[in-house]
């Protein structure tokens, strides 16, 4: 079964989006943020994915995001562009348009908000939104983060869609830090493009066929990421995910979000990294100087001295 795709394997910063301190998309930032992850280890860019704030902008907030990127010179098969909606007119609307524009992907949560739904209304949504689109050009990452959406992607359900439409459904990110699902999926599709929804699992995961990862914490950790990567199958592969794995969990317990925009503000000098839409709250300053020592008990460079290429904005 073919499972092609112009997006390449490797690692993928689940990419922030910097806000003006009126919440409105500074589109700027975010190209030149973007262009800073690629320079710095990532392979391609999620690019308005949950740590994104995705679910927090409109429709049209997303057409403008994505324009703005790629008017910016941002290589559109080094994007994997989040789609999913809750209403199926959204989700067309946003797919078309990113496949409109060449980019490598488009990343699809289920419809999230109704919680009971069956593999067969799922099977049925998905169906729907393919033949709206009729393109061949789409390529779908079917986007599996149950503790979040509360919706999941079973195995029969995905091994149905790529039945269904193969050459279309090409991968997932799972977010869901079950290895046991992830292990069934690559047994159960040779070939599939599954990235991990975090780093530490990249190792194990390259070693049974998946692709690589799409994380959050990618935005910081990308070069280290990037050392398992290339070294997978050397003998320094489990040092570096080791070490990989520390740094992953030392951003863990807060939201990732919050986490990583005080770190972005902190190394850049930048106070407008501080900008969140609600829901999402910065972090607190107790909570801010427990992820300080805990990435300073690591080595990590919160100065950007010595291991980063350029200051982030």
């Not at 393919?130 to 050009?137: A, E, G, T």
């Not at 439409?165 to 493009?193: A, T, Y």
């Not at 599954?194 to 190792?203: D, H, M, P, V």
Request: proline residues 5%.
């Amino acid at each position: 079964m073919s499972f092609r795709t112009s997006l390449p394997a490797g690692v993928f910063a689940a990419s922030l989006t910097p806000l003006k301190n009126d919440l409105s998309i500074d589109c700027d930032a975010l190209t030149a943020h973007c262009k800073w992850l690629l320079a710095n280890g990532n392979d391609g860019i999620a690019l308005l994915g949950t740590t994104g704030e995705a679910n927090s902008f409109t429709v049209e907030e997303r057409f403008q995001i994505l324009d703005a990127v790629l008017k910016g010179g941002m290589p559109p098969e080094k994007l994997m562009v989040g789609t999913g909606c809750c209403a199926f007119p959204d989700t067309v609307a946003l797919t078309q348009h990113a496949v409109s524009q060449g980019v490598g992907g488009v990343l699809m949560l289920p419809p999230f908000y109704y919680k009971t739904v069956t593999d067969a209304g799922l099977a049925n949504y998905f169906e729907l939104i393919i033949n709206h689109i009729k393109d061949p050009r789409l390529r779908i990452y079917l986007y599996h983060f149950p503790q979040l959406a509360k919706v999941s992607f079973s195995t029969p359900l995905v091994k149905l869609l790529v039945k269904e439409f193969p050459g279309i459904v090409v991968g997932m990110k799972d977010s869901s830090g079950n290895w046991e699902h992830m292990q069934e999926i690559c047994r159960e599709l040779p070939g599939f493009n599954l990235y991990a929804g975090t780093e530490k699992y990249l190792l194990d995961l390259l070693r049974i066929g998946g692709a690589g990862c799409i994380s959050a914490t990618t935005n910081a950790t990308a070069q280290f990421a990037r050392k398992v990567f290339q070294n997978w199958q050397s003998e320094n592969a489990v040092g570096f995910q080791k070490h990989l794995t520390k740094l992953r969990a030392a951003f863990e317990g807060y939201s990732f979000v919050s986490v990583l925009k005080y770190l972005f503000a902190k190394w850049s000098s930048n106070s407008a990294w501080l900008n969140l839409r609600p829901p999402n709250a910065m972090l607190r300053e107790k909570e801010a100087a427990i992820v300080t020592q805990r990435l300073k008990a690591l080595g990590f460079d919160l100065d950007l001295k010595n291991s980063i290429a350029g200051q982030p904005l």
